[in-house]
């Protein structure tokens, strides 16, 4: 009894302090001032007045969508605890895979692997902003876990009602998570007593409701455009093993940040090799999982190597490894002599703390609503806001000055702000003729080092339609804010 409370303190201690680290690593760049204009996307439901307009906005995440209107209707700065709950997330996921790797390998292997998983680039990424991925990557963990627990017969008639109750939840805050989710039904049905499987007709149901939506979902990503590049080409053999071999690489990218030599693509499939020599369900769920993401990938349904889309399946790939790596061990050293393994964490750890850190795309937007807060609804001068950065804008001039995006009838929204126009990407401006009535135009856009993107464009058609640049201010994260007068 001694010994079991001491070895149980010593995993809630690692646990604890492995959780600890991830949240320092991500000190410098959690909560920022201002989040950048693809996480400000995601706080638009809050300009609603109805709920059901959120929840409909949500495309793939409506239930997230609802969520952050609720902390609105709550809040005045819904961003901090819609982040909180993504983190909040994110730690509940690190805690289930340190115990679900203890039971499936051992605890140095736990240690090993929970490493890998909050050191993963991707992962810290996106705890910082404010995208549903967190409740991905938790499911994935999450059916893992229920997963070994009925692997050895431990899943209780309580244990089946809270699968029927979370699913749909989880479902609802992002429609990807029907894939770990209905892997789990699957294994479950296959090997489960009838008297529980009615358990999981809620689920079942609830994608029926929501097939349209799911379908929709899919047909976007599936047409063409930015995932275009992320499946893998089935044109041709040649074009099929090279884009195999190069969306492989760039997916391994997303969990290990400074493992950039292409061999490990080769390592990775070599754990498939040995998947034969471990018998458990949760070493073949992953292996399953994986095998799905490249046949989807192969049709156009699910995109690999984007990063963030790569999340859902991180927990599959460390499984995976640590699955050969016990394997080829076990070849040469005993159980009790796997101790080495928490110095190679160490290392492994502080190696990547020390030489890496996290990407968060910085846009402060508010310096330059300062410069502006006299420009606001002023017949004098004319605000041109570059697409992209829209979003940032409204959302924190609204904040700031109460002037932004206000609900109007049949779930839509518009600004308050009458000497706004908004520059669509590589469109000239349709409303040139208002903006020719102005004697001034300031210009607020992002310019990338070495680019020349929507910022220029807009820029040309002031300069093209009799406007002169008089002065051009650049601020941190690449934001710029260009004066022009009229000649």
Known sequence: MVISNKLNNKKYITSFTLVLVFLLNLRESIFPANYQQDDIVELEPGYFDSFICAFGWGDQHPLFSGIVWIFSKLFSS?????????????????????NLLDRVFNYYFAVLGTVIFITSPIFNTYTIGLKQYNFELFTSVLCLCLLEKFSHKELSKKDYRLIASVSP??????????????????????????????YLSLPAALVFIFQEEILEKIERVSEGGYWDRHFINTNSFTEYLYSFYSLNHAFLKSFFPFIHHSAIVFLFFFTFILLIKKNNLTTLYSFIAIFLLYILSSVGLYPIG??????????????????????????????????????????????????????????????????????????????LITEEQSHSFLYYSKKLYGLGNYSTQNCSYENNIENLFI?????????????????????????????????????????????FLIEEKTYPGSLKLLYFKKG
């Open 78 to 98: 819904p961003e901090y605890i819609t982040s909180l709950l993504i983190i909040t997330f994110g730690v509940m996921a690190i805690v289930l895979f340190f």
């Open 169 to 198: 939840v989880l479902f609802l805050l992002s429609f990807v998570n029907i894939l770990p989710l209905l892997l789990l039904f699957i294994f479950i049905i296959n090997k489960s007593n009838t008297k529980n499987l009615y």
């Open 306 to 383: 984007g990063g963030r889309t790569d999340l859902l399946f991180s927990p599959f790939v460390i499984i995976l490894l640590l699955n050969a790596l016990e394997f080829l061990l076990s070849k040469f050293i005993n159980l009790s002599d796997y101790k080495f393994l928490l110095y190679f964490s160490s290392i492994y750890l502080i190696l990547v703390l020390t030489t890496t850190t996290t990407f968060y795309k910085n846009e402060p937007i508010n310096p330059i609503l300062s410069e502006l807060e006299e420009s606001y609804n002023n017949a004098n001068i004319a605000l």
């Open 423 to 467: 520059a669509q990407q590589f469109e000239k401006i349709e409303t040139i003729s208002e903006v020719k009535k102005y004697p001034e135009a300031a210009l607020v856009g992002i310019e990338l080092p070495n680019t020349i993107g929507k910022l220029r464009i807009v820029a040309e058609q002031l300069l093209n339609e009799g406007y």
